[in-house]
């Protein structure tokens, strides 16, 4: 990219001092030049909130919002400190522009239009409401029995219904998804260190899963023996490294656009269906405990 620019700089110059055709459309003055302070202020009017202080939510809402961005509730105060921390992080993004440290793409001779206006509205920092997570936990869950379904659909053309329990949910990756989600709220704005500790994290949970499901059951519902670096066939580097990129895009891209979308539910039907949804769930949890689901494709792993 440094090569690209120098060329274009030297392109550039000669176009302009040969004075060839359309070479007064190479007007771009900000290339060379800092922005006003009242040019930048103009062109970037969250400069505004550079010194926004995001009070605090008080007391156990705060502690649970600041370190595992959890909210029990929607109140006032929330929302207010949900809003402020948005005008943060908007105002992060386009710091150094702002600040005339970077070229400011705003400033271009070309205007810009609806730029990122998707990317812009993802968000990854905000906090979760409680009724959020519920729900993200089951769509989370029914994606990962869909994966595992369909992959086993691929490689043998069989549909099995994948995992111990008996409806469309698989929930050690919903319960992966939400702690991801919480437990590495404080490292969403470094995704190389993210992407190592969702590494580590779904590795923990996948093999203490596998050990403790093993052990009361005595059945294996996974087995990666064979697999290039293997843990006693309960975790592999394969694995963790889907689970990482699994991950990573459910942060940054699958979590605030499911949030974005439970947002639009009213608040009583979010209510009702998360209810619903435990509910079904608890059943199934207590029916698989005693008639968990087996046979083949599922737990016959290390039959001839």
Same mark, same amino acid.
């Given at each position: 990219m440094m090569i690209f620019c120098e060329v274009y700089v030297h392109l550039r110059e000669k176009a302009k001092a040969e004075n060839l055709v359309y070479s007064e459309c190479l007007n771009d003055m900000y290339l060379y030049a800092k922005a006003s302070e009242e040019t930048l202020k103009e &062109?970037?009017?969250e400069i505004k909130n550079k010194d926004l202080n995001v009070k605090p939510l008080p007391g156990i809402?705060? !502690?649970f919002a600041n370190y595992f961005g *959890? %909210?029990?509730k929607e109140g006032k105060a929330e929302r207010e400190y949900q809003k402020e921390s948005h005008k943060a992080l908007e105002y992060a993004s386009i710091k150094e522009e702002a600040e005339g440290n970077q070229y400011p793409t705003r400033l271009f001779t070309i205007p810009e239009e609806n730029k990122r206006v998707i990317l812009s509205r993802l968000d990854p920092a905000r906090d979760y409401t409680i009724w959020s997570l519920i729900l993200m936990f !089951? *769509? !989370?869950?029914c994606i990962g029995w869909l994966w595992e379904v369909s992959l086993h659909l691929i490689t043998d053309g069989v549909f099995v219904n994948r995992g111990a329990m008996h409806g469309p949910w698989l929930p050690i990756y919903g319960s992966g998804g939400i702690l991801i989600l919480t437990l590495l709220k404080k490292f969403r704005d470094k995704p190389y260190l993210c992407f190592i500790l969702i590494f580590v994290l779904c590795g923990f949970l996948?093999? #203490? #899963?596998?050990y403790v499901m093993e052990m009361n059951t005595g059945l294996k519902?996974?087995?990666y023996s064979g697999y290039f670096l293997n843990l006693d066939g309960r975790i592999c580097a394969e694995g963790l490294c889907v689970f990482g990129i699994g991950g990573m895009a459910f942060i940054y891209? %699958? &979590?605030p656009v499911f949030d974005n979308m439970i947002a639009k539910i009213k608040p009583v039907m979010l209510r009702v269906m998360c209810v619903f949804l435990l509910m079904l769930f608890g059943i199934d949890m207590v029916y698989s405990h005693y008639v968990p689901n087996v046979g083949e494709g599922i737990t016959d792993y290390g039959e001839d």
């Open positions: &062109a970037y009017p809402r705060g !502690f *959890i %909210l029990f !089951f *769509i !989370f869950s996948e093999y #203490t #899963t596998s519902w996974w087995d891209v %699958l &979590a």
